[in-house]
């Protein structure tokens, strides 16, 4: 039968001795292999699971609800956030309200970069914008997630080494498996009939499209928020405000 992986999560209220050890011991009663396990985020631990019969993981959860020492929080089918929480043993800060919307700082660029690897890995076309100031690591991220995926990068806008506006791109940029960067502001403010008209080449292409400053994105050009899969903030601090009113001077410097 074919093996089907789960995420299970759970809180402990009190840490004895060989709980673990009994938590895994009903997991090899029930043949439910453990995959990957770490902590959570203080008293909360997190597992990647594996079974070929789903009844016997509806039957853990039952089991487990009996159990006093923890309360079982989550145990589905594995999310990508939930794959990096056990892998790096802390969870994606998400948007409450708006669920496509996931915040990193400076000091989680490696969760940052393993978490643009993953959906990079992803086949066909999807638009991820990238909020931040200047200077935080945005361009970086990016190109070290493309490394992690195995995929190649193309800049369509940037200010990483100096201004870039391509109007053409060579037919071994045009691969649609490679990641195409734009940044927002160059694309729409500082751009180029050419250069426009190359954008809708590439927003229409199956691949993945990185959208630095998504929000002078949308301002300055006919594409909306709904076009936008997933937005990502990063900040030197949790408490940096996300400004644009300083970005002309900057850009001005950066060039």
Known sequence: MKQTQW????????NRPGLLGDIASMFGMLGVNILTINGVEGQTRGMLLECEDDE???LLGQMLSKVDNITVLALRSPRLVDILAVRHGRYINRDSDDRKTFRFTRDELGLLVDFLGELFKREGHQVIGLRGMPRVGKTESIIAGSVCSMKRWTFVS???????????LSEEEYNPNNVFIIDGIISTIRSNEKHYQLLEDIMTMPSTKVIEHPDIFIKESKYEYSDFDIIIELRNNPDEEIVYDTFTTLYTEDV
């Open 158 to 168: 940037s200010t990483l080494l100096r201004q870039t506006v391509r109007s053409q």
């Open 7 to 14: 995420y299970m999560e759970y809180k402990i209220h009190r």
């Open 56 to 58: 016997k993981i509806a």
